[in-house]
Nanobody
Framework: QVQLVESGGGLVQAGGSLRLSCAAS????????MGWFRQAPGKEREFVAAISWSGTVYTDNVKGRFTISRDNAKNTIYLQMNSLKPEDTAVYYCAADLAGWTITRSPSEYHYWGQGTQVTVSS
């Protein structure tokens, strides 16, 4: 059974930092493209960042503040979030896409999802 387990969320003041982790029980983890999405109350799930063999992609409003990375030896991806803003408040989800080379921003293209971790940024 495939599991993606996020951790590292919490409450932080504006300008602070958090690092999210996502541990995956995928047998061929390195072959997957991995992404981070977020969903705020009353809003649709939105793309944040993704990483694959072809590189990394970020949504515009996190560029320069967030960094996605992966450790294939640990079957884990990370999202380092700096200079956090109240508008970053959301539940953050990691996801896995079997198309390991290409990166897609569409949630429907991802095959596996974690349960989410709450990030709250206070002003």
């Amino acid at each position: 059974q495939v599991q993606l387990v996020e951790s590292g969320g919490g409450l932080v003041q504006a300008g602070g930092s958090l690092r999210l982790s996502c541990a995956a029980s995928l047998r061929t983890f390195s072959s997957y493209a991995m992404g981070w999405f977020r969903q705020a109350p009353g809003k649709e799930r939105e793309f944040v960042a993704a990483i694959s063999w072809s590189g990394t992609v970020y949504t515009d409003n996190v560029k320069g503040r967030f960094t996605i990375s992966r450790d294939n030896a640990k079957n884990t991806i990370y999202l380092q979030m700096n200079s956090l803003k109240p508008e970053d408040t959301a539940v953050y989800y990691c996801a896995a896409d079997l198309a390991g080379w290409t990166i897609t921003r569409s949630p429907s293209e991802y095959h596996y999802w974690g349960q989410g971790t709450q990030v709250t940024v206070s002003s």
